[in-house]
């Protein structure tokens, strides 16, 4: 009796002028709606703080405070280092956004982090009025100072706690791997001891800073949770 071989299927030829989607990439993360609705919410969100923060910082400005007892900070030096600060965290934002260009989801959850972590001090700055240390030298930001002129006179109330340390953290909390960790990590420990030498801030507010950085990255992680479908993360390696 004879037997009848079907061959086997010949493999599907492939486009090797398109490369193959990654899982994580923005081509498979704009396929999701939730992803693009929960993009459209922060972008949004971030453009409705725009006409809101100039009479904000302006009020928080004009209200008189209470200064602090530091001792901690009484035993630093004082010094103009508005440049190495800048320096500093300008070069984080910079490699920060080039690691998370190429990575929608971490890109979305940074946003959102972001987000939160402006809504989290502008509550504590009209929370806990604040007069900034005696000693405190103006820090000069080369980009900001330049865009966004809020009042005629440097907003130094806005105390607690720390953005720009927070900010720092937040860098950091977004990238992944043991040399960023560390690398970002120090860099943010340094722009904390630097805005303590400028004397634009207390060691409570650069202390406190992580913290809200930390609560503001994880709430944004829960909002911007979301499963991939099943081919995809089958098919395609997690994002790092």
Do not use: C, N
Not at 109 to 125: C, D, I, K, N, S
Not at 223 to 235: D, E, G, L, N
């Amino acid at each position: 009796m004879a037997t009848i071989l079907t061959p086997p299927p010949l493999p599907r030829p492939v486009d090797s002028s398109r490369p193959p989607f990654r899982r994580g990439s923005w081509p498979t993360a704009w396929a999701s709606m939730s992803f693009r609705l929960r993009l459209g919410a922060v972008v949004l969100g971030l453009l409705g703080l725009l006409p809101v923060v100039p009479g904000f910082y302006h009020f928080i400005q004009a209200r008189p405070g209470q200064r602090l007892a530091d001792p901690l900070l009484a035993l630093l030096p004082v010094h103009d280092v508005s440049a190495l600060t800048f320096a500093l965290i300008y070069g984080a934002i910079a490699a920060t956004l080039a690691y998370l260009l190429p990575r929608p989801q971490r890109l979305l959850q940074a946003l959102w982090a972001y987000y939160f972590l402006q809504l989290m001090r502008m509550v504590t700055l009209w929370l806990l009025p604040l007069e900034p240390p005696a000693a405190l030298v103006i820090l000069r930001d080369p980009v900001m100072d330049r865009i966004f002129e809020v009042t005629t006179q440097p907003i130094v109330r806005d105390l607690f706690f720390s953005g720009h340390t927070a900010t720092m953290v937040l860098l950091t909390l977004a990238g992944r791997g043991r040399k960023w960790r560390w690398t970002l990590g120090l860099m943010s420990v340094a722009v904390g001891l630097l805005v303590l030498v400028q004397r634009v801030h207390y060691s409570y507010d650069v202390l406190a800073a992580p913290f809200f950085a930390w609560a503001a990255y994880w709430l944004a992680g829960r909002i911007t949770k979301q499963r991939m479908p099943v081919s995809s993360s089958a098919q395609y390696p997690p994002q790092i």
